[in-house]
């Protein structure tokens, strides 16, 4: 399995950008579909953002379209998350996520790695 290690969370102010990152290492990063979920206080883990393998197709859940941007960096064994227009309702745990699949879905069972998560918390 893929070790995965998430940074850049913090508090920060509605309207604010952050951008999270998330440090791969143990298998060959480019043979993983890569994903970010996110889980606030008493709710389920959710889907946010997935990149293919090369980084040519991401898909993204429909409250963060527009705001949010999904990105990989094969030669850093890296993927990020460009959080802009930050929104009280997206504060949560954010995990970056691998998956072995060649298609995964927006399923967190579809993702065997994971990280240990960073916090994000945006204040009206």
């Known amino acids: 399995q893929v070790q995965l290690v998430e940074s850049g969370g913090g508090l920060v102010q509605a309207g604010a950008s952050l951008r999270l990152s998330c440090a791969a290492s143990?298998?060959?990063?480019?043979?993983?579909?890569m994903g970010w979920f996110r889980q606030a206080p008493g709710k389920e883990r959710e889907f946010v953002a997935r990149i293919s393998r090369s980084g040519s197709l991401t898909a993204y859940t429909d409250s963060v379209k527009g705001r949010f941007t999904i990105s990989r960096d094969n030669a850093k064994n890296m993927v990020y998350l460009q959080m802009n227009s930050l929104k009280p309702e997206d504060t949560a745990v954010y995990y970056c996520?691998?998956?072995?699949?060649?298609?995964?879905?927006?399923?967190?069972?579809?993702?065997?790695?994971w990280g240990q998560g960073t916090q994000v918390t945006v204040s009206s």
């Open positions: 143990g298998r060959t990063f480019s043979n993983y579909y």
């Open positions: 996520a691998a998956s072995t699949l060649i298609n995964p879905n927006r399923d967190a069972a579809d993702f065997g790695s």
